[in-house]
């Protein structure tokens, strides 16, 4: 049971404009529009054990190298299209999947869904092949980077229409619901996407329904080349859903501890038919919006203090090492992971292109 509210000692009153790079708040109070209802439990970081960490590093450095190489291949013209890297934003998907369970909870995303991917366990060789467009990509290579499913995995893309997969989402968890088989769902858009309006109906009905379902705002600081403090009124997004009284938390999203147990406690409060809580995720893209933004809407100095000073996989990296974990076994994990991206990439460049025919198959459901 979730404690009634009360305010918190630890919750400092957010400022209402926060610096693109300040570090979010600790979890703030909830506002007096529903200080008087039950919320979620304050979540802890979660205490793992170092096997545990030792996974989620290897999951954050697989997801970072993959996309490192899925940028070279881009350049080397290989991968056609859009392609958006998730590099920086790595403890969210991480953290927040770690705490699902792949094949009953589903998951969707927006277009910078390669990460996520990675994160529910599907097979790296699978993807980079549909981001160059091969028969053997988990979408026939006819999805690209953007448009990517796993309905085994109950992963249902990789959207490019902002917001859409937020109420995708809540159909997904009405689904959950009305099946009665206590799987939620995870719907994950950006800060740009919060300022889209069926977003909001989504929410109304999500609570109204008691939806199975957890809204994860990823707030990478930017919508394109626009920073969310020029863009959105009301910029603590974990607010955003007060209006509809779904509870809303700040998350450290450059922590993937942090992140992990701010997810026991969604996922405990979502399945207990409670209906449906907002995370905020603050954290940072560290490339463009795509591959093909320059990025000049900001400083060099901006990315390179946030990747010194909150770097989520080289601060994971110290606390192993704190633990005890050698730095040859460090190296030799990232090997294997070197070795698992370049297979992928050999494979994707390998592999044939789809035949001309199934330009007509996979385009309706049925037929009518
Ligand atoms: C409905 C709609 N409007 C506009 C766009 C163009 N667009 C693509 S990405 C994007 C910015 C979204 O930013 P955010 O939600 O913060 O996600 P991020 O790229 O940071 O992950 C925009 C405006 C779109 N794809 N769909
Ligand atoms: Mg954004």
């Not at 570090?23 to 205490?47: D, F, G, L, M, T």
Request: aromatic share 8%.
């Amino acid at each position: 049971m979730a404690k009634p509210a009360q305010p918190r000692a630890t919750a400092k009153k957010p400022a209402s404009r926060t610096p693109a790079t300040e570090k979010p708040q600790p979890v703030a109070a909830a506002a007096p529009a529903i200080s008087n209802r039950e919320r979620p439990a304050e979540p802890q970081r979660y205490q793992a054990s170092k096997e545990e960490m030792l996974e989620f590093y290897r999951q954050m450095l697989l997801i970072r190298r993959f996309e490192e190489k899925a940028g070279q291949l881009y350049g080397l013209g290989l991968i056609g299209g859009f392609c958006h890297l998730y590099i920086g934003q790595e403890a969210v998907a991480v953290g927040l999947q770690s705490a699902l369970e792949v094949g009953k909870d589903s998951v969707i995303t927006g277009y910078r869904d390669h990460g996520h991917m990675l994160a529910y366990g599907i097979d790296p060789k699978v993807i980079m092949a549909e981001l160059t467009g091969r028969a053997a990509g988990i979408s026939r290579g006819k999805g690209g980077s953007m448009h990517m499913f796993s309905v085994e995995h109950r992963f249902y893309g990789g959207h490019g229409i902002v917001g859409a997969q937020v109420s995708l989402g809540a159909g997904l968890a009405f689904k959950h619901k009305y099946a009665g088989d206590g799987g939620v769902a995870m719907a994950y858009f950006g800060d740009g996407a919060a300022n889209q309006g069926q977003v909001y109906e989504s929410f109304n009905m999500a609570e109204l329904w008691k939806l199975p379902i957890i809204f994860v705002i990823e707030n990478n600081q930017y919508a394109m080349g626009t920073s969310v403090n020029r863009a959105s009124s009301e910029d603590q997004l974990y607010r955003r859903g007060e209006s509809f009284r779904i509870p809303g938390i700040q998350v450290d999203g450059m922590d993937v501890l942090a992140v992990r147990g701010a997810a026991e406690e969604a996922v405990k409060w979502v399945r207990a038919g409670k209906g449906p809580v907002l995370l905020e995720l603050k954290t940072y893209r560290y490339r463009g919006h795509s591959m093909s933004d320059p990025a000049k809407y900001r400083s060099r100095d901006e990315v390179q203090s946030v990747r010194d000073k909150s770097d989520p996989i080289d601060h994971l990296k110290k606390e192993l090492e704190a633990l005890g974990v050698s730095e040859d076994d460090l190296k030799k994990l990232e090997k294997d992971i070197r070795a698992i991206v370049a297979e992928s990439a050999d494979f994707a460049e390998q592999s044939p292109e789809p035949e001309l025919d199934e330009l007509y198959t996979d385009v309706l459901v049925g037929q009518y």
